[in-house]
């Protein structure tokens, strides 16, 4: 692992994950020339994911040029597992690989490969991309917890009217006979 910091205003903590040869130099030359804040490089992908959780950055960005399936497939893991705002850039793309990575997560999935000059609109992008989805999942959570002390109030409910009724059939009255009640 090796760490760059340059003085930026937004001083964001980036990571470059996984260094494929020169697209990973290109990415934290492009990252050091924009002056954004921490760059942290790691080489290859093995306890990657543990160190980017103590580094604990804004953005997770990689740049993996064209890269094979078991490339592709560890940077989505890593991006899945992580659960924060990334870029990846890549020089060539399929319907099959971009589904892959927004079902993986990825914020910004660039296509046509790294350009210096729209760094920080992708950064940006990342980020409020994320914030975006998790806004979406903390909803969806909610209403599942909604949904699920729903289904228990209404149990609870089947089940008063259950023994609601068996009593009043034990008893020979209606269920709830309110005249009986206010007599």
Do not use: W
Request: glycine letters at 8%.
């Amino acid at each position: 692992m090796d760490s760059e910091t340059n003085d930026n205003s937004e001083a964001k903590a980036v990571i470059v994950a996984i260094d494929t040869g020169p697209c990973g130099q290109r990415l934290r030359d492009g990252l050091r020339d924009a002056g954004f804040g921490s760059v942290v490089h790691f080489t290859g992908i093995d306890l990657v994911a543990e160190a980017i959780v103590e580094v604990d950055p804004d953005v997770i960005m990689i740049d993996l040029g064209n890269p094979g399936d078991d490339i592709f497939a560890a940077a989505l893991a890593l991006i899945r597992a992580l659960d924060r705002p990334s870029a990846v850039f890549v020089d060539r793309s399929d319907r099959a690989r971009t589904d892959a990575a927004i079902e993986a997560g990825v914020s910004s999935y660039v296509i046509d490969g790294f350009k210096a000059g729209r760094l920080g609109g992708v950064m940006d992008m990342a980020i409020a991309r994320h914030q975006v989805r998790q806004r979406i999942l903390s909803e969806l959570a909610a209403k599942d917890r909604q949904s699920a002390d729903r289904a228990i109030i209404e149990q609870a409910k089947a089940s008063f009217i259950f023994d609601e009724s068996r009593c009043a059939t034990l008893s020979g009255k209606r269920p709830l006979d309110l005249e009986s009640v206010i007599s």
